[in-house]
């Protein structure tokens, strides 16, 4: 099977922007990644708004389906790859820090509600969501959403894996000081599970935040095949079924696991 080749936009950073400046912003780094064979976008966490927007978040949040995805799978469908970005979601009077993933026809392939908040902006205005596993096809590949302080409980990634993922795509919004996540915990996560992982963080300052940058496409045996620095950013890498495959031959973690002695994990 063919490689996918991955795009991880690290940016725009700094102070939160307009819907309509990170759409634009989309729309340039879209065409970049297009002529660098990518076949698959990944932005970061809240992409649309900025995550450092406090209590206008309420009005800066859309439906699934809303002017937001319409531009977003404009953007997919003109520049043939897919796209998947972070937004806030609203469901009735509820609002979710959620990821959509849009495929290179337009279509919206998936959409994951983050289950795990961090802090005190996350938790006081967003409600978690209630599916661990959300996964869709792209170009034979079986890709699955996280984001962010997600990736950070083994369990969620490890149930990721037991369900098929074979690219784990993880929009994020890390802070200074924990560089280590992006750093050390991305790579080992890729390994103890044995799938590849598209971590594409934010940069910058962004009112009281100070995002990390360091994204990275983290493989299966451990190495990162792709990093970015801390500012603005745009790298590309290919996800290789080939490889994935013959690392699951050599690591055997997923078939040696016992099940039956973790029930106390439930």
Known sequence: MAPLRTALYQGPGGVPRTSEDSLAALAR?????????????LASELYLTGYA?????????????????????????????AIAYGYPERA??????SVQLIGPDGSRLANYRKTHLFGDFETDHFTPGDRAVVQADLDGVRVGLLICYDVEFP???????????????????LMRPYEIVAQTVLPARA??????????????????????????????????????GVADDLVV???????LKASRAENSYLGDRRPELYTSLL
Do not use: K
């Open 29 to 41: 780094t879209a065409r970049r990644a297009a002529d660098a064979g990518a076949r698959l976008l």
């Open 53 to 81: 927007v406090g209590d206008a978040l309420p009005g800066l949040a859309e439906t699934a389906d809303g002017p937001g995805a319409g531009r977003v799978a404009g953007i997919a469908a003109e520049n043939g790859l």
């Open 92 to 97: 009735g009077r509820t609002l979710y820090n």
């Open 155 to 173: 369990e969620n990634v490890r149930a990721h894996a037991l369900a098929g993922t074979e690219l784990l795509l993880v929009p994020t919004a």
């Open 191 to 228: 390994w103890e599970s044995q799938l590849y992982i598209a971590y594409a963080n934010r940069c910058g300052r962004e009112g009281d935040f100070h995002f990390t940058g360091l994204s990275c496409l983290a493989a299966p045996d451990g190495t990162v095949r792709a990093r970015a």
């Open 237 to 243: 890498a290919d996800m290789d079924p080939d490889l």
